[in-house]
């Protein structure tokens, strides 16, 4: 969902340099916001919401990335609480 070029250049993220790490730590985020979403980040067609999923992806990479980084689901919540991705209701 997020590739290198993206993180660096519309995120202008700094944290993570080596594309093998980058690559490894992008799909645990992506799998972190898939569960917190219960899969519904992966069908979005809207584009704001994608763009604020991929702003998620990235934050959470650095976060991955930092010995001393927030919660995770304070990350999620924060970005994607207002969206409705994350309503566990039917």
Do not use: W
Request: net charge negative; charged share 35%; glycine share 6%.
């Amino acid at each position: 969902m997020v590739d290198y070029k993206y993180y660096r250049d519309v995120y202008f993220g700094e944290q993570v340099e080596d594309g093998n790490k980058f690559n490894r730590l992008e799909a645990k985020a992506e799998r972190i916001v898939a569960q917190h979403t219960f899969g519904r980040s992966e069908k979005l067609k809207d584009e704001k919401m994608l763009e604020l999923v991929k702003i998620t992806i990235c934050e959470l990479i650095d976060n991955l990335d930092s010995p001393s980084g927030e919660l995770d689901k304070l990350i999620v919540r924060r970005n994607l609480i207002n969206t409705g991705l994350m309503y566990a209701g039917f």
